[in-house]
């Protein structure tokens, strides 16, 4: 279930950004009263996300106009389906085809991206996750659709999470001193999570007892090492340019979570066109 205020403040940016003062082409060619149906059609295969958001972009322009929603979210599509049939105004459907496309291409483009990834790791108790690696304005609809795909979120924000990274450890002087300095001034609710990127950092972390221990850019090796020490005393997630082809090796490690930036700041959007029909 999406926010509609996070929703419309979104698709509201959006329009402002493609038509700031109107659709100069659209309001001088196209009648009022023109109706029309358009096809949603996939033009590859893969993982649809954002279909609420489509929804909700026709809303926001015409409250009258109708759409059939053939492929919910998290389902594949091959190439050629049609994924939804839209009818109404065609100034509508003109004005909010690219918004609903840019936004739809792109989070289909991450939902069949960590779909991909987490059927590699399929039987494995590993989880995928994402990173705060976004496109600015998008990280809402971004981290939904990395559900849709059947992954799920690390932290949205700076504010909802303590992830101690490196530059906090040299800062502190050690990650002692880090996990000791800020578990006086959180809530205990918060977990601490610490980035470590060698068998002495995890052996830190967990003499401070921290919930979460990253390992960062480790071995396989490393990583097997650290599972084994750390043996369910915290939550082990791995991170560092994790990929198709080194995702399964990753996961027999044991560790708990792999998060993956490339998931978002790294995908081809999904090809999808919204084909017109006559009126």
Sequence with gaps: MLDIMKLDEIILMSF??????????????????????????????????????????????????KIDIFFDDGSRVEKGDIIATITGKTVALLKGERTALNLLQRLSGIATR?????????GYKTKVVDTRKTTPGLRYLEKYAVRAGGGQNHRYSLSDGVLIKDNHIMAAGGVRQAVSLIRGKIPHTIKIEVEVEDMQMVKDALDARADIIMLDNMTLEMMSEAVTLIDGRSIVEASGDINENTILDVAKTGVDIISIGRITHSIKAMDISLRILKS
Aim: glycine share 6%; proline share 3%; with cysteine.
């Design 16 to 65: 402002k950004e493609d038509m700031p003062f109107g659709d100069i082409t659209t309001d001088n060619i196209i009648s009022e009263n023109s109706q029309s149906v358009g096809n949603l059609i996939a033009k590859e295969s893969g993982v649809i996300a954002g279909m609420p958001v489509v929804k909700r972009t026709f809303d926001i322009l015409d409250s009258n106009v």
């Design 114 to 122: 960590t779909s991909s990834m987490c059927k590699v790791i399929e």
